[in-house]
Nanobody
Framework: QVQLVESGGGLVQAGGSLRLSCAAS??????MGWFRQAPGKERESVAA????????YYADSVKGRFAISRDNAKNTVYLQMNSLKPEDTALYYC??????????????????WGKGTLVTVSS
């Protein structure tokens, strides 16, 4: 059974940092990504990383502040979030897929999803 389990969310002040982790079990995946959904807003892509870590994707809103990485030996992907802003407040989801192509990081390219971890950034 495939499972993606996120951890690391919490409450942090603006300017602070958090590190999210997503442990995958059941199989290995080529691509893994982080998505988020704020109250009243649509889900959006945050960052993604390909199987060998060769390719990464970042939303413009997080470039320079967030960094995605993966440990294939542990089948785990991380999201280091620095300089957090109140607008980063959202439920963060881990997702995994095996799609190739220019849209490999899109939400529709992901086959499995975690249940999410809440990140709250206070001003």
């Amino acid at each position: 059974q495939v499972q993606l389990v996120e951890s690391g969310g919490g409450l942090v002040q603006a300017g602070g940092s958090l590190r999210l982790s997503c442990a995958a079990s059941g199989r290995t995946f080529v691509n893994m990504g982080w998505f988020r959904q704020a109250p009243g807003k649509e889900r959006e892509s945050v960052a993604a990383i390909s199987g060998g870590g060769v390719s990464t994707y970042y939303a413009d809103s997080v470039k320079g502040r967030f960094a995605i990485s993966r440990d294939n030996a542990k089948n785990t992907v991380y999201l280091q979030m620095n300089s957090l802003k109140p607008e980063d407040t959202a439920l963060y989801y881990c997702a995994a897929g095996s799609r190739y192509g220019s849209d490999w990081f899109a939400d529709y390219a992901m086959n499995y999803w975690g249940k999410g971890t809440l990140v709250t950034v206070s001003s």
